[in-house]
């Protein structure tokens, strides 16, 4: 069966090392479903830790999508000028990074490749996963909500009794919230339930 080629869209990760895995499955759902993955890493996803090294994951985003891994503010910042994308996702989208986001800094290869892409009103959909989602962060994300071109996937309370602050996306919705996006439109419902532990119910997305 020949698959559909859906076009280029930027693929970013930041530090949320516990979440780096989930990430690159993401990308690579993504890919079998005919999307061509642009690989970014952030300064901090580079660093190594005990969920494995930079270089590591450096190598298997490249494996998984079959392009160089741009890590560099000069390596993404003619993303959006040259129309090399449609969007941008960023999975996972750590704390630092929303608040970098918010406050319009982009001294990262994240925030420099969301700038680029913002510039030619290209969406941009954020994955969370942060542990103070629900504390410090939860400004930031409530900022976000009233920009333009910044859509989430749903997310929830991940572990709500260990850590009741934190949120995190659920990453099998990640391609139909980026095919919303594209469309200028937010999958809702955005927050989404638990039951004792992360359990969310994927088929009852729709989009608004």
């Not at 969406?123 to 009233?146: F, K, M």
Request: glycine content about 10%.
């Amino acid at each position: 069966m020949t698959r559909q080629k859906k076009g280029p869209v930027v693929f970013a990760v930041c530090g949320s090392f516990c979440t780096l895995r989930r990430g690159l499955e993401a990308a690579q759902e993504l890919v079998e479903q005919g999307w061509e993955l642009l690989p970014v890493m952030s300064f901090a996803a580079r660093q190594d830790s005990r969920f494995g090294t930079g270089d590591h994951w450096r190598q298997s985003l490249q494996e998984v999508t079959g392009h160089p891994v741009l890590d560099s503010l000069q390596g993404v910042e003619p993303l959006g000028p040259r129309q090399l994308a449609q969007g941008l996702v960023v999975a996972p989208c750590t704390g630092t990074t929303l608040a970098k986001l918010a406050a319009g800094i982009s001294d990262t290869p994240v925030t420099m490749a969301a700038k680029s892409l913002l510039r030619v009103g290209k969406p941009v959909v954020l994955a969370v996963s942060t542990n103070d989602g629900l504390g410090a962060s939860g400004e930031n994300i409530a900022r976000l909500y009233q920009r333009k071109h910044y859509y989430f996937v749903p997310y929830g309370q991940d572990d709500a009794a260990a850590k009741p602050q934190s949120l995190k996306a659920d990453f099998a919705l990640l391609p139909a919230a980026l095919e919303a996006a594209l469309q200028g439109r937010q999958l809702q419902p955005v927050l989404l339930g638990q039951r004792g532990g992360m359990s969310f119910q994927p088929e009852q997305n729709v989009v608004y």
